[in-house]
């Protein structure tokens, strides 16, 4: 396992301005990169560019402005289906975000293709973004959700993934990590038996897509979402990527301008892929940050920031284990940068209130997945997550502060 050479790692360091500040007097330690990364100067740059001399509504404009910015907008989609490597640009579609990606396949797929007394099936580490829009759907069809259940290490039990495909769901929706757990789920071969049954595949991938290279025709997923603030990018801007054999045929999730070809006081017919699901204003600026985010990351290997993330789970990991009462929640024999514990006898938010005091940022709750922390039995749990530009010193340090927290609330 190679990683970042220390020169290598303080060249990244030095591009993002965020982690040379103190907090509390102290050097800030920024390890809630599950939540969101912080940016690199040249994301900040080209969203100043073009708030600063291309600002312009794009794709309907005949002027100068409007013909550059809607170059370079769609330039980025061309530029996201290369980094994950789409067959066509026209499968990738501009949303807010994971969430919406999400919630526009439920809104669209809704009667299209599931129904009434239909099935749908996830897992039960899923964010409440990947289990709300699908438990909702399911209420408005009487349709039943079925949950493919964890085991003691946060692992997916597939022997009991594989009964439940027999049920014929209709969709198949899955984490590719799990943000509470740090769980990498074996998509492939999920989404194969999936496909044994004729059952397409969704891959949420708000928490893979900046830590491992993702190929979404080699995995064969049917939809992979992301969100642009998870790699480096900006916020309010996210992808669902939708083979074109389904986005195709769906029908529209939200209607006005853009996604529109003709329409009449009576009738519309709607815009070819990818705009019949584009309608009104995109965030244009938040497309820009997002292209070059992507940009930041072909410059930097993935092979080498899953390799560096990796060694500082297991530094961490070994650092940790000397702290009286605690107890990792989720230790799956694969599995990304995030460490998700809690401390006998503790509450995790008086953990994270008293590492933030020394310079640590951490997340503590349920992180937005609480059918796993009724799984595992806990209110909550610490989480710290780890992005390409944290250090083992940081590493040494947050575990210093933890053991120092727990002393003080033992
Ligand atoms: N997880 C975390 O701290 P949005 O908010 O739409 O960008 O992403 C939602 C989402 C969906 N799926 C997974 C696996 C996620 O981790 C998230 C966001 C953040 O863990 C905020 S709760």
Redesign the pocket.
């Known amino acids: 396992m190679n990683g970042f050479t220390a020169s290598e790692l303080n060249e990244l360091r030095n591009q993002f301005p965020a982690l040379h500040q103190r907090v509390f007097g102290k050097p800030l330690v920024y390890l809630?990169n599950?939540?969101?990364t912080q940016k690199p100067q040249l994301v900040i740059d080209r969203i100043t560019k073009y708030y600063s001399y291309e600002n312009c509504n794009i794709h309907r404009g005949v002027h100068y402005l409007s013909q550059e910015a809607t170059a370079a907008f769609e330039d980025v989609r061309t530029k996201v289906a290369g980094f994950i490597h789409a067959a066509k640009s026209e499968e990738i579609i501009f949303t807010?975000?994971?969430?919406?990606?999400?919630n526009l396949l439920a809104g669209s797929l809704d009667g299209f293709l599931i129904g009434i007394g239909d099935s749908v099936l996830v897992t039960g580490m899923?964010?409440?973004?990947?289990l709300v829009p699908w438990q909702q759907l399911c209420k408005r069809n009487q349709a039943k959700l079925l949950v493919a259940e964890l085991d003691d290490r946060g692992e997916v039990f597939l022997e009991q993934f594989g009964k439940l495909l027999e049920q014929k769901p209709k969709l198949v929706a899955i984490?590719?990590?799990?943000?509470?757990l740090g769980t990498i789920n074996p998509v492939k071969e999920m989404i194969a038996m999936a496909h044994a049954n004729d059952i397409p595949v969704l891959i949420?991938?708000?928490?893979s897509v900046a830590h491992m290279h993702v190929d979404v025709q080699d995995l064969d997923c049917d939809f992979f979402?992301?969100?642009?603030?998870?790699m480096y990018g900006p916020?309010g801007v996210?992808v669902l990527y939708g083979k074109e054999k389904w986005l195709d045929k769906m029908p529209p999730w939200q209607f006005g301008g853009e996604m529109v070809d003709q329409v009449s006081l009576q009738e519309t017919t709607f815009n070819q892929l990818p705009f019949k699901f584009e309608a009104g204003t995109p965030n244009v600026a938040g497309v820009l940050g997002l292209g070059a985010a992507i940009e930041f990351l072909n410059q930097t290997s993935l092979e080498k920031i899953g390799q560096h993330e990796h060694q500082l789970l297991d530094l961490a990991m070994e650092k940790l284990r000397s702290v009286q009462g605690i107890r990792f929640i989720g230790n799956a024999k694969n599995r990304a940068g995030v460490i998700s514990f809690v401390v006998d006898g503790t509450h995790p938010t008086d953990i994270g209130t008293l590492v933030d005091k020394m310079g640590v940022a951490v997340?503590t709750g349920h992180?937005?997945?609480q059918p796993v922390m009724t799984r595992f039995d806990v209110p909550g749990t610490v989480?710290a997550?780890f992005a390409l530009y944290n250090t083992a010193e940081e590493v040494e340090v947050f575990a210093a502060a933890v053991q120092k927290a727990a002393g003080m609330l033992h």
């Open positions: 809630d599950a939540a969101t807010k975000g994971t969430t919406e990606s999400i899923e964010h409440h973004s990947n984490t590719h990590i799990s943000n509470a949420d991938g708000a928490q979402v992301f969100s642009g603030h998870k916020m996210g997340r992180h937005c997945a989480r997550s």
